[in-house]
């Protein structure tokens, strides 16, 4: 009798924590790439990458929402 017990308080948090729940939807993170000329930030020209998250989620990265600027 303890065996079947055991078993399913055991089992029974495998079959709860396996039932599929979707929580609300995320924000999204967004990158945004400019051409660089040549310069101080890049002596031949490159890239200038700004990341962050879209709070407002209107899918653009403003000028407000960038976290990172990276130039390559």
Do not use: H, Q
């Not at 979707?22 to 660089?36: A, F, N, Q, T």
């Not at 930030?41 to 000028?63: E, F, H, M, Q, W």
């Amino acid at each position: 009798m303890k065996k079947k017990y055991l078993l399913v308080l055991f089992a029974l948090p495998l079959f709860v924590s396996c039932s599929k729940k979707e929580g609300p939807e995320g924000k999204k993170s967004l990158i945004d790439m400019v051409s660089e000329s040549a310069g101080a930030n890049c002596p031949y020209g490159g890239y200038k990458v700004n990341s962050g998250i879209d709070l407002n989620r209107n899918n653009t990265l403003d000028a407000t929402e960038i976290e990172s600027t990276k130039f390559i």
